[in-house]
């Protein structure tokens, strides 16, 4: 498959379940791979993976509900419960940390890029879930990427023992697929891309 046929078949995918078409250690050594070969700026690698598969991602599901609880109308939960009653049913989630300590050490030795630091380690960051994101399309697994971030921050590490000075940037369920999402609606390239090329 081409990269671009890669990346099309990369969605945001919500009907996924716990029937992988790779194994859990193909699965785990792709993220792997992924993780070191993604660049990250002044090659800092600010960013930590946790993958939580099987019990553990139903209980990162179950403290994300009680919560949400604790915040949404009773009402109105229905519609919350059925979202994560969904993400329950796949196999499992990676949550992507940032080590604030290796940031904040670089704004001290770089202090002309001191207030790049947060940008640097975001775009480093997005190109990481972009890269996985992909490498799990390419497996032919489905993801999507979910931020319940803040809000859940205490008990995850309370949970699975993280450093407090890791921070929750985001949560990617995966698993197999259950249905792919309608196509969306996309802006055409030349409205998006602008190529100036001029020989003299
Ligand atoms: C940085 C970023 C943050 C996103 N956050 C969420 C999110 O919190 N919840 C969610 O359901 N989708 C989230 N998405 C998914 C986007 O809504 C989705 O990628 C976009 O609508 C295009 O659809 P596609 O992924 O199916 O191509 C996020 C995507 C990106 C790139």
Redo the contacts with the bound molecule.
Sequence with gaps: MSYIDIIKN?????DLNDQLPVSEKVVVNTIKHVTVESPTAFNMQSSHLVILMNDDHKKLWEIVTNTLKKQVEESKFASTQAKMDMFSKAKGTILFFDDRHVIDQLKKDFPLYQNQFDMFADHSM?LL??NIWNALAELKMGA????YNPLIDDEVKRQWEIPEYYRLT?QMVFGGIGSI?EP?EKMDADDRVIVYSNNS
């Design positions: 990369r969605r945001s995918i919500y997005g879930q972009g999507s990427l979910q931020h985001a999402p969306k």
